[in-house]
């Protein structure tokens, strides 16, 4: 039966509200407690509506419309009473002087919209406002205890700061046990600011009564996410970014880091012109005269000796198009197939464990599966830190009874709301997906259909895992029995179910078969190409994915095609004119011992701080130092640029045209909000310009014309993909041609390696041994309010959240050391040693502490080892082992 709203026929649609049902025909409702995204509160009831047939009124934003229904939104009566209502609520949060205004925050349009005015406004007033927070703003008299930022923090970021006090025209608005949002739990993730109608929740860049003269839509440039983002712009200067409410990725919702730590881009040691190694001293240089030198001494250095003494990192940081140039230009100008990028010391084991088992390494699954996902495995990756917008949706899922597992050396945020935490030892997690596969099958709990018709190697499997003893899983893992056997079985009932896993598994000497030992899981459980389910990693910085698809890898060109398939490399080459090498060059661990060696001579680098970010820091710095020509494109100095004979300023995200592809292969746009500083370039532009000066034909005028190479470089993964096909929410590759979809699910018809491989691995202990020398674990990491090296977010007043680096300490370990909490700690590896405030935390189990990696002062990456997974040359960032003692410094003494 057809229902109407004010006259027009609706269609009422399952579940559907008046209110939604109303919008949906463009009938507008006024609405005060109604936030975006959020559960109706129902508080306001602004939203009455009449109902034919009904005595009294209904609050249409949590009426449901029924078939037959006969609504009114507009009646004198309504008029009246949502008049009445709204000067209530007005009167009630007392005297401030809200004004009715057409153009102005939700509130003052509702004023405007429904004839309110307030009774006594006292605009002289002094604006009582907490700015006790380096974003965020309150205050407290234009709040009018709506709920919707209440609502907005529980149901969307998760976080639970609000509450409400008081009753009546007392009620009021807290946050948590403190009274700012200094002292609260807040992550500044924004939601709150965005759900607010009135203003009393804002934040620094609002506050600053900047407005935007232009909003751009591109993404944002932190991590492996890619949430979409509306960035306002004023001149050259961004004044706010908003996430995109309509985008796939993370409809509305961002980080601290995406939403506010955009001020590096300002900061005054910003390089705005190329500068050249000059008598021991970086100076200032023109354009053409660095383009002249980088041509110059790369084409002295490769004619001399070889091009094995040439080399390249391409960029996550940067753009798909610009790593994509600048591995072709060493590829086909050099010679070289020495060409890598930090993939290798970050995801390369799950590409290459991904690669094996299914034919394509990276993820199968899409972020949307979180939400189709019937139980949720996140394995070695702490995402509400690190990928803070998909940690959120977890987290959700979680609380709303999705069941969790969580395998995490550390008691990770994920972990307070998992149904099992199994805190296994650092590097430990091949013996726990075997004995959680065990359990699997012990219980009978496998999909045999799916392993018969889609899988090969389960029966080798079976026959490994008979051999493997439960009680030998938990004397390696320190899980119990008991809870390895609960957890095993639970996933095989479940199945088909979506795995999530991060750095935990891949930085890591067994980091492949760690992976693989997972995909196991995935396969008995019939999880791979399946809807709310599969193998999902998450990627770490911005492009990882793009970088590592665009060829930046010594084994693989563009789109993963060997280079020593000749049949791959002849395609690739009709396309670029150019002959390439048949054989691998080296990765990013081996160019640099080629460089200690002095074999390797020339290198390029695309905007990674590998002095900092890469492990045996001490090695890094030697083998930089040896180098006769290093080029950095970068925004600073950073440690790595300090060994440059060559700094090429680089336009940062948001200055710049591209594309960048996120953790679920999704290619989505980049797009210039503002131009960058001075003389600084896109990456894409100096790449090319000095191709150009060593004599390539190169004439890309812009990005897209560089995509529509690679789409014809790789076609099976990028055929279909160009820049006007990639507005909205871009395209997720496998994208073969201008009519593809995109690939949301891949191998949902089959595996693309034909089928799924599960393999026997047995567990290999880390070579990190620890002993009486060096008896605790140190595991690294990441946290919430910086990024990487911190190189952009200690630029911004992201620094004042987490200013420091701590030593995270099991209370009994720090205890027995004679180590209070903030006192200073000396620790040291086999390969380094620094120093670091201890913080007391039971996050950690007793044996393992931890460290970020953000902080040069701390520079953890002098404690990290040599050593790398044999499959991937993937570092052991996760496990190393240290001694911790007291510095010799006072108690409790802070840098
Ligand atoms: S701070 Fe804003 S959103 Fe929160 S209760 Fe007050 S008026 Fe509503
Ligand atoms: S979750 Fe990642 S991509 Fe999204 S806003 Fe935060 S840093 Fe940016
Ligand atoms: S908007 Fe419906 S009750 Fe407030």
């Known amino acids: 039966m057809t229902s109407s709203i004010d006259g ?3 269609q009422a649609r399952d579940g559907e509200t008046v209110l939604d049902a109303a919008r949906r025909i463009g009938v507008a409702i006024p609405t005060l407690c109604r936030g975006e995204g959020t559960r109706p509160d129902g508080g306001c009831r602004l939203c009455l509506v009449e109902v034919e047939g009904e005595a009294g009124l209904r609050a249409a934003c949590h009426t449901a419309l029924a078939a037959g229904m006969r609504i009114a939104t507009r009646s004198p009566r309504l ?68 709920r919707r930022c209440l609502h907005a923090c529980d149901e969307i970021q998760g976080q639970f700061v609000y509450a409400m006090e008081g009753r009546g025209a007392a009620t009021r608005l807290v946050f948590g046990l403190g009274d700012s949002f200094a002292e609260s739990a807040c992550v500044a993730c924004g939601a709150c600011v965005d759900a607010c109608p009135t203003g009393a929740i804002s934040d620094r860049d609002r506050a600053s009564g900047e407005t935007a003269e232009r909003s751009v839509r591109s993404t944002c440039g932190y991590c492996g996410v890619g949430c979409q983002i509306d960035v306002g712009a004023r001149g050259d200067r961004v004044v706010r970014i908003d996430g995109a409410r309509d985008a796939a990725v993370n ?48 084409d002295e250095i490769h004619r001399r000796h070889g091009p094995a003494a040439v080399g390249a990192m391409t960029s996550s940081r940067s753009t798909n198009e610009a790593a994509y140039l600048l591995q072709k230009l060493f590829r086909t100008r050099f010679g070289t197939n020495n060409v890598d990028c930090c993939a290798r010391v970050c995801h390369a084991s799950t590409a290459e464990a991904l690669r094996t088992v299914t034919g394509t390494g990276a993820a199968t699954t899409s972020f949307a599966d979180i939400e189709r996902a019937r139980l949720i495995v996140v394995a070695g990756a702490n995402a509400t830190e690190a990928h803070p917008v998909i940690g959120a949706r977890i987290k959700q899922r979680a609380l709303a009874g999705v069941p969790l597992i969580v395998i995490d050396p550390r008691r990770i945020e994920l972990a307070d709301y998992a149904a099992a935490h199994l805190q296994l030892r650092p590097g430990t997690n091949v013996a726990l997906f075997n004995a959680l596969a065990r359990e699997i099958l012990e219980s009978g709990s496998e999909d045999r259909a799916y392993l018969r018709e889609r899988c090969e190697g389960a029966d080798e499997l079976a026959a490994f895992l008979a051999t493997q003893d439960l009680d030998a899983a938990e004397r390696a893992t320190g899980v119990a029995s008991a809870t390895i056997r609960a957890a095993g079985r639970r996933i095989g009932a479940a199945g088909p179910v979506l795995f999530v896993h991060g750095l935990g598994l891949s930085e890591l000497t067994q980091g492949t078969e760690s992976v693989m030992a997972l995909a196991n899981l995935a396969m008995l459980t019939g999880s791979i190409g399946r809807a709310g389910a599969g193998l999902l990693p998450l990627r770490g910085q911005n492009n990882v994915q793009g970088n590592a698809d665009m060829g930046g890898a010594p084994s693989h060109l563009t789109g993963y095609q060997p280079v020593d398939d000749a049949s791959a490399r002849a395609r690739v080459e009709r396309v670029w004119g150019a002959p390439v090498a048949a054989t691998p060059g080296a990765t990013i661990p081996e160019m640099l011992e080629a460089a200690a060696r002095g074999d390797l001579r020339a290198l390029w680098i695309q905007g990674e ?24 494109q970068e925004l600073f100095v950073s440690e790595t640029a300090r ?13 710049q045209d591209g594309t960048f592809t996120n953790a679920e292969r999704r290619i989505q746009r980049v797009r210039a909000a503002v131009p960058p500083p001075g003389e600084a370039r896109p990456d894409w532009r100096a790449v090319q310009d000095v191709a150009r000066a060593l004599g390539c034909d190169w004439r890309h005028g812009d990005p897209a014309s560089v995509m529509d190479e690679i789409a014809r470089v790789a076609p099976r993964l990028f055929g279909g993909v160009r820049y006007d096909r990639l507005d909205g929410d871009g395209l997720q590759w496998p994208c073969p041609d201008a009519m593809h979809p995109g690939t949301a699910t891949v191998h949902a018809e089959g595996f693309v390696r034909g089928r799924g491989r599960l393999s026997a691995i047995a567990y290999r202990p880390s070579p990190e041994a620890t002993g009486a020398e060096f008896p605790l674990t140190l595991v690294t990491g990441r946290v919430l309010d910086h990024y990487n090296v911190g190189t952009m977010t200690r630029r911004t007043p992201s620094v004042a959240l987490a200013p420091a680096d701590w030593l995270d300490l099991h209370p009994s370990d720090a205890s027995g050391l004679g180590l209070a909490d903030g006192d200073r700690a000396a620790v040291a590896s086999r390969w380094g040693s620094t120093e670091a405030r201890v913080r007391y935390t039971d996050r950690v189990a007793p044996g393992t502490c931890f460290l970020t990696f953000h902080f040069p002062e701390t520079h953890a990456n002098v404690l990290t080892g040599p050593q790398r997974d044999p499959q991937s040359d993937c570092p052991e960032y996760k496990v190393t082992a240290v001694r911790v003692t007291r510095a010799q410094h006072a108690q409790g003494e802070s840098r």
Request: with cysteine; aromatic share 6%.
């Open 8 to 10: 027009r026929e609706i």
């Open 79 to 146: 008029d009246a009473l949502r008049r009445e209502i709204l000067a209530l609520a007005l009167h009630e949060s007392g005297d401030y002087p809200f004004e009715p205004d057409p153009n102005g925050s939700e509130l003052a349009r509702r004023m405007s919209e429904v004839g309110v005015r307030t009774a006594t406004p006292t605009a002289d007033a002094p604006r009582v406002i907490d700015a006790s927070h380096p974003y965020l703003r309150f205050e407290r008299a234009a709040c009018i205890a709506c």
């Open 251 to 298: 409809r509305g919702h961002l980080c601290v880091k995406g939403r506010y730590a955009h001020g590096y881009r300002e900061a005054a040691d910003r390089l705005t012109r190329p500068l050249v190694r000059e008598g021991g001293r970086l100076v200032p240089v023109s354009w053409d005269a660095a383009i002249a030198f980088a041509a110059r001494r790369l």
């Open 609 to 632: 701080d590998v002095a900092q970010s890469d492990p045996n820091e001490t090695a890094v710095r030697a083998a930089l130092a040896r180098l006769d020509l290093l080029i950095v």
């Open 643 to 655: 060994y440059a004979h060559l700094v090429l300023p680089a336009a940062a995200a948001l200055e």
